[in-house]
């Protein structure tokens, strides 16, 4: 049985006239760049895997002012009475409570 492993039909890069050599090299750049991610995220996961101390004395208390929050007018007032339209176009003097 032949070895099919190099033939035109099988490798696109050889169908279009690139020697074996290119596509050898295109798949050592691909392999490199996928062994780069892996340890890349392997990298990020050690980072991001230290624990903090969560205790008491490592807290912290942010206090901030809102603007307004001392008003004093801030009652409610009575709207009063208001003219309410029904469905079937009878107006009506709504007094809300």
Not at 9 to 25: F, Q, V
């Amino acid at each position: 049985m032949p070895n099919r492993s190099l033939h035109p039909t099988y490798l696109p890069a050889l169908r279009y006239g690139k020697s074996a050599t290119d596509l050898r090299l295109w798949v050592s750049i691909n392999m490199f760049r996928i062994v780069a991610a892996c340890l890349g995220l392997l990298l990020m996961n050690a980072v991001f895997a230290t624990d903090y101390d969560q205790s008491l004395g490592n807290l912290m208390v942010v206090l901030r002012e809102v603007e307004g929050a001392n008003r004093q007018d801030n009652t409610l007032r009575p709207a009063g009475p208001a003219q309410v339209t029904l469905h079937s176009g009878e107006q009506v003097e709504m007094k809300p409570a």
